[in-house]
């Protein structure tokens, strides 16, 4: 690892990249799980359907049913109507991005040196979990990614895999660096 730069912590350039990752990945996350996964696109009402409900109504219920069918269908980023799951797509192609930039970015401006706040063991802690979230941040996009553009469920497995690495390489990350006098290099 090269270290440049001050002792108190990070360079504004990487704190700025490092805080908008975890904006866009928590904004893709509440995205992600606000969508419908189960692709039901039966609108409220539709139950009462048949006897209980007019021709009219049947009909709206049906429109808006194949409206959302239609959109589950064609991710259409430039189309107009933004829908949740292209605006998943969309935080996931800035996030795997970002997943690109970080790395590349972490070489040219270097690193700061180890807090004296983290032993030695924590230091290895920190070293390898950085590196695993760097890697799940073009992993669980793209995976998505090639998930939504094959239609092929069978990416599905690796996805939701690379997701629970993450959980647990983030919530070893926070296990470290989320004490104060560690997390003020980061602020």
Partial sequence: MTTTGDARGYRASQKALHWL???AVAAQLAVGYLLDLDGDCDPAGEDRSGGDTS???EERLDRLEDQCEARADD????GGGFDLAELHLALGLTVLALGVVRPLWRRVAGLPPWSEH???GQRRLVHWTERALLLL??????????LVATGDDA???LHVG????FFVALAAHLSTN???VVLRRML
């Fill in 55 to 57: 021709d009219a109504e």
């Fill in 21 to 23: 990752t975890v904006l």
């Fill in 75 to 78: 991710y259409d980023l430039l």
């Fill in 155 to 157: 990416w599905l497995p």
């Fill in 137 to 146: 941040l073009v992993v669980v996009p793209l995976s998505g990614i090639v």
């Fill in 162 to 165: 690379a997701h629970v690495a």
């Fill in 118 to 120: 983290l032993s030695a």
């Fill in 178 to 180: 989320l004490r104060p």
